[in-house]
Structures are given as C-alpha cells and as structure tokens.
C-alpha cells in the first residue's frame, strides 16, 4: 500500500483500479474539479512551472518527489498511510472492538457531516488565497503559496474519495457541493466562518497558515484516532502535507518581524510613523492581525459544550489530539472539565461533564501549541535587543461562537462594556487603515534571489536548493 501508482488517470494507493465503478465516478468527478482549479485556482498561474513536491509514497522516508510542474498538471490523488494490521477501536463505547472498513449504518450521517466540513475547508482556502501570486514579496514565497495551494486541492481529492466510496449516491451529490459552495459568497458560502473571510495581504497569508492551518493540524489529528479506518488512514497522511503549511506561517511571520527589528535598530526608534515611513510592518499592525486570526480560528473548534461532540467521541469517530499518549480510560463516563463562562461581569470556572467539553479540550490543546510559535517569534524580538513582546489574546476575545458570542472581552481576559471595547477596537484589531497600508506594501518581486522590503530572506532554500533558485518559471 505504501507505493503510490502514478500511471493511473488518479494517481492512488488503494487498487482503485479494481473498482470500475469507482474509478468512473472519480474520472467523472475530475474534470469539475479541474474546471473549478481553472477558474478558482491561483489567479494568472496556469501556464507557470512551479518546483512542487509530491508524493510518491506514503512512507516517512520516501513521499516527497520535487520538480518543475504546471500546477494544472499537478498529480493530485487519493493516498492513504497503509493499514495497521487488527487494529482496534480505542476510545468510546467501542473501546477494544475492531476498526470499521465500511461506515457502521447508524454513524453514517454523522461520519458524513465530519468528511464534508472538513473536505469543505480544502478548496475555501485555494478561493481565499486565489489572487495573492500577484503580490508575492518573492519567488521563493510564490513558490510557497502554490504547494499549499496544490496539497489543498489534493486534500479535498481525499475526502472526496471517502465520500464516493463509502457514502453512495449521498456521498456523490455532496462531493458535487465541495465544488459548488464558493469562501465569502452571500447565497452559497462556505460550511465554516473562517473560510469566508478575505486573505487579502501576505501577511494575513502568514497569520492563516500559522494560526488557521494549525487548526486543521488538531481537527485532522483527531480524525487519525477514528474508529472508521480509512479516515484515520486518509487523514494520518493529510497531517504530513499540513506541517509544511504551519511551516510557512511561522517562517513567513518570523521573517516579517525579523525585517521590522532590523528597520527599527537601524533608526533606533519604535515609532509607527517612522517605521512604516520606512515600508516595512509596525510590531502593533502584527500583534493586531495575530488578535484576528488567533480570535477567528479558535472559533472553528465550535461551542464550547457540544451534544454533538460527545456523541463523535463516544461513538469513536472523533479522538482527542493523541488520544494513545492520554492515560485516562478513553471512555470518559463521569469525568468533568473546567470551562470559562460569564457570571456577574466577570469570567468564572464551571465543571461540566468532559464529554461535552471535547470542543474546548480540543480548543485547549491548540492554545498550548499555537502559544509557543509566538513565543518563537518572540525569541527574534529578544535576539534583535527589542522590547516589545507579541501574545496572543484571550480565549474569550472577538468570539462569535459558544459562550462567549456577543460578549466583549479584552484581550487581557476582562469582561467589558460596549463603549470601552468601541474605544479600545482600534488598537485590538486590524483596522481599515491598517490594510491599507499593509495593501500598498505588496508588490510582486520575482527576480530570483531578490524579496520585498518588508520581509526578510529565509536562512535556507527548498530541498536543499539555494535561497536565488529558480523555483517558478514563468512561460
């Protein structure tokens, strides 16, 4: 299973070959997909030869495979990471059973409605991000921009297989809708609100790939424990592809401070007019834009109590993030845990039972981790002898979801009014004038070698090729 058979019309490592009926459901399904590439891929890029990485098995050792390729050629298939030989179930009521090859008819409607928003994720980011080639800060970047572009579209291949092969004519009519709903469209947007917002700048690229990316780290990492193999198999090869995406957020946002620091030691000020007088990012927009991204993807992981997530778990469709290094009884019938709620004007602790708290454990594992890349980012402040720190807010800021909807919280965690959050928005979250400026930075630079003002380089190039490479050539 591991060896990917690329001389097939859908390059796959699951015999699809074997299943005719399959196979031309799928071959009919591609050219929609490759006419949705064409009309929402990467804006103006068709005709360029980009040096993409992919896959050419799912070993750890060997599925990577670079080369100049026109994105429209790209391989895009269906791999999954080669069964565990009696693999069991180990969390929920089916604790110890063996895993599902077929959807259990009674999970049916819910494994479905987990595929599709998490497939409906896939092709909202290629729309989000469709027009920002045309202002790459450099080749290396553009290059950058155009893998995760083409590892999205290979994603959503992969929850589009699981519902033509598991879900019958249901499964068909939803993978049609992936292709169908468009990011930001008022009648038919899509499933989640993070993918409707605007990826307008690289530096809003940057925070989405950190921030919103990492979330699709823990939400497909919980998929790899399902009690349903061939998801857990689809996404455990899913989260090799989405390290490279969180790879260019923080890199990319690394970069962006470390040009700033060296702008400001070179005029020893910290003063915004002067600093962006000198064209690079102020240190208080990037705090800004973290609050925004930060706000909006910890949103994704959904309310904070949540029937729904309870039954997922115990119904063994959806673990915690590493669910085998926990040492609990995977069952969790009469645990509890602690959750933020509202109570007099001011944030309190409640306990409720941890099942219907897995959203917000979820939620919480993602905080711990997206809280030391900032602190990584920190460390390029600490190096360049400056004083100003980034954090990111707290949990209960710009939340639109769960418990916190619709209450005004500072980013230090104080409950607020209305009038003091409306004094105070300006300098909490990106404003107009803020991607403005951010705006009239972005111009594209694709001589080889040569980057924007306002980012820095990176230390090393791609595949061990030089930072000045030719990683796009432009026909």
């Known amino acids: 299973m591991a060896s990917i058979n690329y001389s097939e019309k859908i390059p796959n490592n699951v015999n699809l070959s074997d299943d005719r009926t399959l196979q031309r459901a799928l071959e009919q399904w591609q050219p929609n997909f490759l006419s949705w590439w064409g009309d929402m891929g990467p804006d103006g890029s068709h005709d360029f030869d980009v040096y993409l990485r992919t896959a050419v098995s799912v070993d750890p050792s060997g599925w990577a495979h ?64 469709r027009h920002l080639g045309l202002t790459a800060p450099s080749m290396y970047d553009l290059r950058n921009l155009f893998q995760v572009n083409v590892e999205e579209g290979r994603h959503l291949w992969a929850m589009v297989y699981l519902l033509h092969r598991y879900f019958g004519r249901d499964g068909r009519e939803e993978a049609e809708a992936l292709l169908g709903r468009r990011s930001g469209d008022e009648d038919n947007p899509r499933i989640l609100g993070a993918f409707n917002e605007r990826t307008p700048d690289w530096l809003a690229f940057y925070m989405f790939t950190y921030f ?46 470390a040009r700033t620091a060296q702008v400001m030691n070179e005029l020893k000020t910290d003063d915004v007019s002067k600093i962006r007088a000198a064209g690079v990012i102020d240190l208080e927009t990037i705090q800004r834009y973290i609050n925004f991204h930060y706000s909006v993807t910890i949103d994704l992981f959904g ?21 085998g290094k926990r040492e609990d009884d995977h069952q969790l019938n009469g645990q509890s845990y602690r959750l933020l709620d509202v109570a007099d004007g001011k944030l309190v602790e409640r306990e409720v039972p941890m099942l219907n708290a897995m959203n917000e454990v979820l939620r919480d594992d993602y905080i711990k981790d997206s809280v030391a890349g900032v602190n ?8 360049a002898g400056i004083d100003f720190r980034l954090t990111v807010p707290h949990k209960a800021f710009n939340r639109q979801i769960g418990t916190f909807a619709g209450v005004r919280v500072a980013p230090d965690g104080r409950v607020i009014s209305e009038t003091e959050w409306a004094a105070n928005e300006r300098d909490w979250l990106p404003t107009a004038e803020d991607r403005a400026y951010v705006a009239s930075l972005m111009g594209r630079v694709t001589e080889p070698g040569k980057f924007a003002n306002w980012i820095a380089p990176p230390p090393m190039g791609i595949n061990r090729q030089p930072i000045d490479f030719e990683y796009v050539r432009f026909n």
């Open 376 to 383: 990584r980012w920190n460390k390029v402040l600490e190096k």
């Open 303 to 323: 309310a904070d109590q949540s029937s729904n997530a309870a039954i997922f778990y115990s119904s063994g469709l959806k673990g915690r993030y590493e669910e």
């Open 66 to 129: 670079f080369d100049h390729v026109k994105m429209p050629d790209y391989r895009w298939g269906i791999f999954l990471t080669p069964g565990e030989q009696d693999r069991k179930i180990h969390f929920g009521e089916h604790k110890g059973e063996a895993v599902w090859q077929e959807v259990p008819g009674e999970h049916r409607a819910n494994l479905r409605r987990i595929i599709v928003t998490q497939g409906d994720t896939e092709p909202a980011s290629v729309e989000q991000q």
């Open 212 to 257: 919103t990316d990492r979330d699709g780290k823990f939400q497909l990492s919980a998929l790899a424990e399902s009690g349903f193999d061939p998801l857990a198999r689809t996404t455990k090869f899913m989260l090799t592809e989405e390290a490279h995406h969180m790879f260019v957020g923080e890199s990319g946002v690394s970069r962006v401070i």
